[in-house]
């Protein structure tokens, strides 16, 4: 409180200290020495892990990718969603939900409109608050619904899409060198050897399953069979298609949507 009102009673100043302080930056990894001395860490002995807001899971899958829009403030954003929600029974009436187009469609979750009786879809699986009521505390859950929703929603395979697109053409000469690179812009480390592995193997998996005879690529890499997505240069659409796939499973882990 002193520090707060020392300083002009600057929040941004505040946040800035609380973030960059050594407590708040430490790991929150588990030890039998932290457990003796601080069983339910109420002296803060580690620093917490748990999974990030709803509105930030979405931001966080935009901003891995490169596709988010940081333009602050403005009218709401529409997303995807499906049109049955906006009809009865599903919904007390029919309502008009416009999808957005373009850059808008990539703002972050905090300008998602959202119906008091029909909350959107993809940050209601991660315990959004629905409107209803005040909200001082927000639940977490862990829900099989959640994994779901980051490996399918479409939203968020546009943003393996694009992640995938990004890692070929800027990621590295190999496939080493690329994985690295996706695993570092969803975790913000290095894979350990061990999963590098794993991600290696799934990716020769993935090229085994399209470039056998019958695979189609094109659903995975595009939205649509009229509009292909523009392919980086030298890159074929089962190459794509593959580290497309690869993407959705980094974009999946537990890790990429937890604060550590």
């Known amino acids: 409180a002193v520090e707060l009102m020392d300083n002009g009673w600057s929040l941004k100043r505040l946040h800035r200290l609380i973030v960059s302080s050594a407590t708040y930056r430490q ?3 588990v030890t039998p020495e932290l457990v003796a001395r601080d069983p339910n860490n109420r002296l803060l002995a580690r620093g917490p892990r748990y999974r990030v807001d709803a509105e930030l899971v979405r931001d966080i899958a935009l ?8 333009k602050v403030g403005g009218p709401s954003v529409y997303p995807p969603a499906p049109a049955f929600l906006f009809q009865r029974p599903a919904s007390y009436g029919p309502k008009v939900w416009a999808f957005d187009e373009g850059a808008d469609k990539y703002r972050r979750g905090l300008y998602t409109f959202r119906f ?4 959107y879809p993809a940050l209601q699986t991660f315990d959004s608050p629905n409107g209803d009521i005040a909200c001082a505390r927000r639940s977490r859950s862990n829900s099989p619904l959640q994994a779901l929703t980051t490996l399918n929603e479409p939203l968020f395979v546009e943003c393996a899409r694009a992640l995938a697109s990004q890692t070929v053409a800027e990621g590295g ?6 994985i690295r690179f996706s695993f570092r812009r969803c975790v913000a480390r290095e894979p350990q050897a061990e999963e590098a592995q794993v ?4 990716l020769v ?11 189609d690529p094109w659903p995975l890499i595009c939205e649509t069979e009229e509009h292909p997505s523009e392919l980086p240069g030298g890159v074929t659409p089962a190459e794509l ?3 497309t796939a690869l993407s959705r499973v980094v974009l999946n882990l537990d890790e990429t949507i937890t604060k550590e």
């Open 27 to 29: 790991s929150s990894t």
């Open 63 to 70: 901003a891995s990718s490169g596709l988010l829009n940081p």
């Open 116 to 119: 008091r009786s029909v909350p």
């Open 205 to 215: 998996a993935q090229r085994e399953k399209f470039a056998a005879a019958g695979a």
């Open 241 to 243: 298609a593959a580290w």
């Open 173 to 178: 000469k190999d496939d080493a060198e690329r």
């Open 199 to 202: 991600l290696s193997s799934f």
